[in-house]
């Protein structure tokens, strides 16, 4: 199973998966309950999760369907984006930055 889908609110759709000593859906829960406290409310940029196609409102918190007010970023499409092996040139760079600390 791809582990990114055990961080979507909908894979916790049943209450045996709804378990705090499930690392991923602790996270999740706590994420949640800082949104309900207001913890993120500075709203630094603007964002609407219901824009995304995908959303399945029923299985988000209220709190987190909220549109929120800031600065407005166009999305940006990352799925033409691909990982590859940095090149010899980019793996000593990389390299130096890491013994530099």
Do not use: W
Not at 20 to 45: G, H, M, V
Not at 59 to 81: C, H, N, Q, W, Y
Not at 87 to 98: P, R
């Amino acid at each position: 199973m791809n582990r990114a889908n055990n961080l979507s609110p909908e894979f916790y759709d049943t209450e045996e998966k709804r378990v705090l000593s499930n690392p991923d859906f602790k996270l999740i829960s706590e994420i949640e309950q800082k949104i309900s406290a207001c913890f993120y409310s500075q709203e630094q940029f603007e964002f609407d999760p219901l824009e995304f196609e995908d959303t399945v409102a029923h299985f988000i918190p209220k709190e987190m369907a909220k549109k929120t007010s800031g600065l407005r970023f166009d999305r940006v499409d990352l799925s033409p984006a691909i990982l590859r092996f940095p090149n010899e040139k980019e793996l000593a760079t990389i390299q130096k930055k890491i013994k530099e600390g």
